[in-house]
């Protein structure tokens, strides 16, 4: 999702600033930018959270049961309030990294496998791999599932807020929707658990009970790389350059992160990301 106005319920002031930017530079640099913005919905227990959600944010439009069955014909009648987020947008990240890629080609630009020989030419991306330099550096486990539904049409990312277990749905296109995703403090990766798995897919169910009859097509769990302020940093650490802590926002702040990176190699100047250690100030 590229999605900076949900995001800034829960983070900083640049997520949303350079979010708002990556949704253009996705487009411009990768293409297969879905720009149909984001619908939010809660269960009727749950409307607290819509008024809580609404207040942490905004970019939205507040919209009813009408308005909602027009932008999403399959929820008719299921909620009677929602806030619309129009100026979001999504992507389907393995499409956009071969889009990426491919541009890259384009302009002779190949992706090596191999490591350069010069160490002073390598930037440490390595995301959780490199706490041996950045022991700031913590998981945050998240864990999503494919789904195949092809009795539910959506054109735009729907999430659903809960207390303990807020997801979203990301229509792929074909009756493919990513369903996410889980945010446990853990730097475990590998398989998904059946706890969350379970509590995934009973929220999907909640949202329309036609995920009852999806198929599950893929699992996938990963850990988020962040530091405690869960913003992004660059700088130097084990003899060389490096960008990380993403967290949650690769997608948002990559383009802004790597614009900076770029311009200190060029110019020297500091970057908004930049991190001094202690023992370097
Ligand atoms: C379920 C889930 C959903 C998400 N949804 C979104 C979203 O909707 N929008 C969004 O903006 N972000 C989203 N994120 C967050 C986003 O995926 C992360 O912010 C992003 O992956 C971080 O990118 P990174 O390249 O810094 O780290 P990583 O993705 O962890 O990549 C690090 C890479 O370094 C490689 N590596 C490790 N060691 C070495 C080595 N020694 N040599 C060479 N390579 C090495 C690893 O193999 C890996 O490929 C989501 C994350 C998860 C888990």
Redesign the pocket.
């Known amino acids: 999702?590229?999605?900076p106005w949900c995001?800034f319920e829960n983070a900083e002031e640049p997520v949303l600033r350079h979010?708002l930017t990556?949704i253009d530079w996705w487009d411009r640099n990768a293409g297969g930018v879905s720009r149909q913005g984001t619908l939010v919905v809660t269960l009727g227990r749950d409307r607290r959270e819509l008024d809580r959600f609404a207040r942490r944010t905004h970019g939205f439009e507040e919209i009813g049961g009408n308005r909602l069955a027009e932008l999403e014909p399959d929820l008719a009648g299921r909620f009677d309030r929602a806030l619309f987020f129009a100026a979001e947008a999504?992507l389907d990240?393995r499409a956009a990294m071969a889009g990426l890629q491919s541009g890259l080609a384009e302009r002779g630009i190949a992706v090596a496998a191999d490591?350069p020989r010069d160490p002073g030419q390598v930037i440490d991306?390595?995301?959780?791999?490199?706490r041996d330099i950045l022991p700031e550096l913590r998981g945050?486990?998240?864990?999503?599932l494919v789904l195949r539904c092809p009795d539910v049409t959506l054109s735009r990312p729907v999430r659903l807020l809960h207390p303990r277990v807020p997801i979203?749905l990301?229509p792929r296109g074909d009756g493919i929707f990513?369903l996410?995703?889980?945010m446990i403090e853990s730097d475990r990766r590998g398989v998904v658990t059946a706890r969350s798995v379970m509590e995934l897919l009973s929220a999907a169910f909640a949202l329309h009970p036609a995920f009852g009859e999806a198929e599950i097509v893929e699992t996938?769990?990963?850990?988020?790389?962040a530091f405690p302020d869960n913003l992004?940093r660059i700088g130097r650490a084990g003899g060389r350059l490096y960008?990380?802590?993403?967290?949650?926002?690769?997608?948002?702040?990559?383009p802004a992160l790597a614009m900076q990176l770029a311009d200190h190699i060029d110019t020297g100047e500091r970057p908004e990301f930049w991190h001094e250690t202690d023992d370097q100030r």
Do not use: I, K
């Not at 991306?125 to 490199?130: F, I, S």
């Not at 996938?220 to 790389?225: E, K, L, S, Y």
């Open positions: 999702m590229l999605a995001e979010g990556a999504h990240p490591m991306c390595r995301g959780l791999a490199a945050v486990r998240g864990e999503m979203y990301v990513m996410g995703a889980t996938g769990a990963d850990a988020r790389p992004p960008a990380n802590g993403l967290y949650r926002h690769g997608y948002l702040l990559a």
